[in-house]
């Protein structure tokens, strides 16, 4: 079974549909006995870090979060409040990855918020089998996380390389969307799926 | 680099979607999901649904089929045509759409962008502005044109920007339908006034059209409907031409 956790930041629609066109078995929930036990746990999250962390703080979910032990994929906001903190609020973050979240610099090249199709690069890792990097998919986000020990794949906007995706022992996230982007998208939540 | 993108846009009446010239002499031309697949299975880099139902039931059937949209296209979508209130959009949102247009209810009332910004984020919110030149000053019209407002397109853009919107769907009334290419120099004005990114929208026939607006007129997507519809360019020439011309774009 895989956990999609549920404390109410974000459309979670997007991400149960991707798992239901993948014939996945999910449940939503905010209850850490729930999610402890699943295969897989997705960290969703849309909005800004700061809500997203004060929510997962309210219900107490911090520490259920940091101690699994079997893969967690974090999406977007979801990814970003696993990072060490944000400069979106600011706030703390989970301090599982190893970055820095800050705010791109707009500029005519480079509109904020990063919206659209871009490319990945420098792919390792399991997450991304079958890839070999130049893929499109599909971001939108006002703040990045930096680039660190972590990073397992990278991405540019205007004069910004950032990390377009990061892993730390079993937990992984992306800063794009994988259940928007398309075959590319659906081949990295069925890379993380077979985990 | 954010790629260029490419973006049918299907009006849907009563769960099939139709496509009229100038919004009259309307024609069903398909299934509304299927012909959604179809697009992104051709590599549309987005969609956009627009309701034009005039009726409450037909307005129900939209929120339905909204939700159908969103459980099986994996490409972000739009969905406008009737938003009138927070609820409206709210509703849509919930049913699974990206992101929600508005237009003729934001011209009545601008907080209705900074309502549903606040409540769900910028990326959710485009605002759709319809305008037309008249004797040079660019204004926004309602009702497809029929009626204008004391809208300005720019200055109406950048309050749009202020209050939250995260993109801007501008459609100049003037070359809608006609095939005859869209007003670049309009485009790149309005593109070099504001951060968020801006679509372009009515007037394409031919791919050079396409391309022109992605070049000299900055936009960062275009949106086409009936090229796309009756076949006349299919996406995947589309996007290999405009490879061909250096604009990036996702193939």
Redesign the interface.
Known sequence: MIAIIDYGCG?L??VE??L??LGCEYRLTADPAVFAAADKVLLPG??SAKAAMDRLRELGLCESIRSLRRPVLGICVGMQVMCRDSEEGPTDGLDIFDAHVRKFD?S??A?????????LGNLDGKLFKGMKGGE?V???HSYYAGLCQDTVATC??GGKLFSAALRYENFYGTQFHP?????V??TVLKNFLAL | MVAKRIIPCLDVKDGQVVKGINFVGLKEVGDAVEMGRKYSREGADELVYLDISATFEGRKTFVDLVGRIASVIDIPFTVGGGISSYDDAARLLDSGADKISVNSAAIARPELISQIARQYGSQFVVCAIDAKNIDGRWTATTHGGRQLTDKELFSWALEAQERGAGEILFTSMDHDGTKAGYPCEVYARLCESLRIPVIASGGAGSVDHIADVLTRGKADAALAASIFHYGEIPIPVLKAELDRKGIPVRL
């Open positions: 459309n629609r997007s549909n991707a239901g066109r849309v909005g707009p005519p090249e509109k904020v918020p990063h919206m659209g199709w871009n490319r499109y599909y971001f939108v540019r906007h259940e928007k982007s398309g075959e998208g659906e």
